[in-house]
């Protein structure tokens, strides 16, 4: 009876994920109907936001929050990827083993500081140092890309380290016994063992880096317009929702809801490629 | 000798990145802690918000987190539980695995707009239950990955000791399998709770903030993290130090309960 009853609940636990992962979609998907019928997939390289007269009706496109989003996370990416490779590659073949453990927990603690506290330094700490070397306001495209860089990097190194460990010693042993340089064996060894892992690594990240919110939200400047240079301040879908989100109206609540049906899904998509395809458990 | 002067490159290059990932976890907690400690004052944590202090929103952030906490772990560990014990290797697990997996990395932001259409729209205000919502579901799939995966390391053949000795499968679950997997579930719930409790996006407009010490789950609820929000983009001198503060005490909670969490689960598996 009671084993029943414990079978029972926690089948519908299991099952309540599902439904709210359908919920999440099934809602955004209902509300973004408006928008939708309105614009289209022509919402998708639409260029206005204007709100119509007496907030009836309006334009709304989501080209300029969908370029800012593509290029702050492009720029965070050409900036981690190296970066964090060359962290894995540093705690799987290089560090000394007495620093490998404090090394890897310092990395760890990188990733679970809140990204907001990474915004906020990014603001005041980081933005005038790109102000002063590359012009511009200081918030922009490349300060909200390289700081949403350094907000990834831990997370990416973390994975890579990871599947990185997973190459057998034998076969590293066997290369450097006939002579391989520890870049060899990594390029031959360790790599090809590995590259599951670390293309799904660098897939997920991007996935996080499409998603964040508050830490490009104090640093790309949340202007609705299209940037001319790499310093120019525009916005993102997360920022364009997290500060204007509550105010929105009708239609334009609508095209809201349609950018973040957007997010949902492509991020959705990536994130279901890494893990499935890539990063599959053996 | 081509190939070995790439090799030294190569290497030096790793290192430099390793030093550089270092050097700038040090620059943030550096200027935290310098910025921090110099905001923090004893008021800061006797005061409200609406006169210049934090203890709300350090009360109102822990009740959201705390409630989100209670309502999830129950459902996160049972799931974990199905996804293991009962359901293990058929399809249905498999598709729920891999979907709970995936929802781990959801943009926060959507649940924040998801949770607005069905807890805030509807009612007409920000609520504080719609932020323990947010903070819940952000939570879930993380306890149920856990769980599962911390259910796995449990040896088949405790279950199946447990079956000799005639237990019941529920029984088997709870006294022998939960038991053995329990350090790593505690810290999995640990390490979730310090993720959700610096989230500040999925509580923009679900709870939103306020300046007031509430405990009214139906009214705008208090929130450090948005409060750090609003306060760094005020151009005053006292809102940013406060927000600092503020940050400093978030980011010292969030790295401790870590810090706590690996430590725990280090010295079980020694």
């Given at each position: 009876m009671g084993g029943r009853l414990f079978k029972d609940f926690s089948l519908f636990s299991a099952t309540l994920s599902l439904f709210l992962l359908i919920g999440i979609f099934a809602v955004l998907f209902s509300y973004a109907q408006a928008s939708l019928h309105e614009f289209g997939f022509n919402f998708l390289y639409m260029e206005q936001w204007e709100i119509g007269e007496d907030d009836e009706g309006g334009v709304f496109g989501g080209y300029i929050p969908i370029i800012g989003t593509l290029l702050t996370t492009l720029i965070a990416m050409v900036i981690a990827t190296p970066l964090a490779m060359g962290i894995a590659i540093f705690l799987t073949e290089i560090a000394p083993a007495a620093i490998i453990k404090p090394f890897s927990i310092a990395i760890e603690l990188l990733a679970a500081i809140p990204s907001i506290i990474y915004g906020m330094w990014g603001l005041f700490y980081f933005a005038p140092i790109v102000q002063t070397l590359f012009g511009g306001n200081g918030v922009g495209l490349l300060t909200a890309g390289i700081v949403l860089a350094i907000m990834i990097i831990p997370f990416m190194a973390a994975i890579t380290r990871d599947s990185m460990n997973t190459a057998p010693d034998v076969l590293k042993e066997s290369a450097y016994a006939i002579g391989a340089t520890k870049f060899e064996v990594i390029k031959d060894i360790v790599m090809p063992y590995s590259k599951g892992g670390i293309i799904g690594s660098v897939i997920l990240a991007l996935g996080r880096a499409l998603g964040e919110t508050m830490a490009v939200a104090f640093?790309?400047?949340s202007v609705m317009a299209i940037p001319q240079k790499i310093t120019d301040p525009t916005t993102s879908i997360p920022v364009l929702l997290a500060n204007n989100f509550a105010e929105a109206q009708d239609l334009e609540m609508s095209s809201m809801?349609?950018?973040a049906l957007i997010l949902f899904v492509v991020s959705f998509a990536l994130i279901s490629m890494a893990k499935v395809y890539f990063m599959r458990k053996r | 000798m081509n190939r070995l002067l790439l090799n030294k490159i190569i290497l030096i290059l790793s290192t430099l990145s390793a030093f550089v990932g270092i050097g700038f976890l040090f620059w943030i907690l550096v200027t935290l802690t310098y910025k921090g400690v110099a905001s923090l004052q004893l008021t800061t944590f006797t005061h409200d918000l609406v006169e210049g202090g934090i203890r709300n929103l350090l009360v109102g952030q822990f009740t959201?987190?705390?409630?989100?906490t209670l309502v999830t772990v129950p459902l996160g560990v049972m799931a974990g539980i199905y996804l293991r014990e009962y359901g293990n290797a058929t399809r249905v697990t498999s598709i729920i695995r891999n979907l709970s997996d995936i929802m781990t990395s959801a943009?926060?932001?959507?649940?924040?707009v998801f949770v607005f259409a069905f807890l805030v729209e509807p009612f007409g205000t920000f609520n504080g239950w719609a932020g323990a919502a947010s903070l819940g579901i952000m939570m879930l799939p993380i306890i149920i990955s856990t769980t599962d995966n911390m259910l796995a390391l449990v040896p088949k053949e405790l279950r199946e000791a447990g079956?000799?000795?005639?237990?019941?499968?529920h029984k088997i679950i709870l006294q022998i399998v939960l038991q053995a997997a329990k350090v790593g579930v505690t810290t999995g719930i640990l390490l979730s709770f310090a993720r959700i409790i610096g989230e500040t996006a999925p509580l923009l407009f679900t709870s939103s903030n306020n300046q007031f010490f509430t405990m009214d789950m139906n009214s705008q609820f208090p929130s450090l993290t948005v409060s750090i929000y609003n306060l760094a983009t005020y151009p005053d001198e006292a809102s940013r130090n406060l927000a600092w503060a503020?940050?400093?005490v978030l980011t010292a909670i969030v790295l401790f309960i870590n810090l706590v969490g690996r430590f725990v689960t280090?010295?079980?598996?020694l």
């Amino acid at each position: 009876m009671g084993g029943r009853l414990f079978k029972d609940f926690s089948l519908f636990s299991a099952t309540l994920s599902l439904f709210l992962l359908i919920g999440i979609f099934a809602v955004l998907f209902s509300y973004a109907q408006a928008s939708l019928h309105e614009f289209g997939f022509n919402f998708l390289y639409m260029e206005q936001w204007e709100i119509g007269e007496d907030d009836e009706g309006g334009v709304f496109g989501g080209y300029i929050p969908i370029i800012g989003t593509l290029l702050t996370t492009l720029i965070a990416m050409v900036i981690a990827t190296p970066l964090a490779m060359g962290i894995a590659i540093f705690l799987t073949e290089i560090a000394p083993a007495a620093i490998i453990k404090p090394f890897s927990i310092a990395i760890e603690l990188l990733a679970a500081i809140p990204s907001i506290i990474y915004g906020m330094w990014g603001l005041f700490y980081f933005a005038p140092i790109v102000q002063t070397l590359f012009g511009g306001n200081g918030v922009g495209l490349l300060t909200a890309g390289i700081v949403l860089a350094i907000m990834i990097i831990p997370f990416m190194a973390a994975i890579t380290r990871d599947s990185m460990n997973t190459a057998p010693d034998v076969l590293k042993e066997s290369a450097y016994a006939i002579g391989a340089t520890k870049f060899e064996v990594i390029k031959d060894i360790v790599m090809p063992y590995s590259k599951g892992g670390i293309i799904g690594s660098v897939i997920l990240a991007l996935g996080r880096a499409l998603g964040e919110t508050m830490a490009v939200a104090f640093l790309i400047g949340s202007v609705m317009a299209i940037p001319q240079k790499i310093t120019d301040p525009t916005t993102s879908i997360p920022v364009l929702l997290a500060n204007n989100f509550a105010e929105a109206q009708d239609l334009e609540m609508s095209s809201m809801y349609y950018l973040a049906l957007i997010l949902f899904v492509v991020s959705f998509a990536l994130i279901s490629m890494a893990k499935v395809y890539f990063m599959r458990k053996r | 000798m081509n190939r070995l002067l790439l090799n030294k490159i190569i290497l030096i290059l790793s290192t430099l990145s390793a030093f550089v990932g270092i050097g700038f976890l040090f620059w943030i907690l550096v200027t935290l802690t310098y910025k921090g400690v110099a905001s923090l004052q004893l008021t800061t944590f006797t005061h409200d918000l609406v006169e210049g202090g934090i203890r709300n929103l350090l009360v109102g952030q822990f009740t959201m987190a705390g409630i989100a906490t209670l309502v999830t772990v129950p459902l996160g560990v049972m799931a974990g539980i199905y996804l293991r014990e009962y359901g293990n290797a058929t399809r249905v697990t498999s598709i729920i695995r891999n979907l709970s997996d995936i929802m781990t990395s959801a943009p926060s932001i959507v649940i924040g707009v998801f949770v607005f259409a069905f807890l805030v729209e509807p009612f007409g205000t920000f609520n504080g239950w719609a932020g323990a919502a947010s903070l819940g579901i952000m939570m879930l799939p993380i306890i149920i990955s856990t769980t599962d995966n911390m259910l796995a390391l449990v040896p088949k053949e405790l279950r199946e000791a447990g079956i000799a000795l005639g237990g019941s499968k529920h029984k088997i679950i709870l006294q022998i399998v939960l038991q053995a997997a329990k350090v790593g579930v505690t810290t999995g719930i640990l390490l979730s709770f310090a993720r959700i409790i610096g989230e500040t996006a999925p509580l923009l407009f679900t709870s939103s903030n306020n300046q007031f010490f509430t405990m009214d789950m139906n009214s705008q609820f208090p929130s450090l993290t948005v409060s750090i929000y609003n306060l760094a983009t005020y151009p005053d001198e006292a809102s940013r130090n406060l927000a600092w503060a503020a940050s400093f005490v978030l980011t010292a909670i969030v790295l401790f309960i870590n810090l706590v969490g690996r430590f725990v689960t280090r010295s079980k598996h020694l």
